[in-house]
């Protein structure tokens, strides 16, 4: 991956999420509605560079369980 984590987060963050429908600007979400720790796979595959990629990790400032 040529991006660092964070310009990750941001390139993911451009689009909306198809599977939880998460807005452009917002961290993926759980079925809970809390923050999910990573990306779902829909979204980050729409950013070329992070096709390959396995998972994206969510913001750093953004951890898991936070509204």
Do not use: W
Request: charged fraction near 30%.
């Amino acid at each position: 991956m040529d991006l660092t984590p964070d310009q990750a987060a941001n390139a993911v963050e451009r689009n909306g999420c198809p599977k939880c429908e998460a807005p452009a600007g917002s961290a993926c979400r759980t079925r809970g509605g809390k923050t999910a720790t990573k990306y779902h796979t829909p979204r980050f595959v729409l950013i070329a560079v992070l096709r390959e990629e396995l998972e994206v990790l969510g913001p750093a400032d953004r951890g898991p369980r936070r509204v």
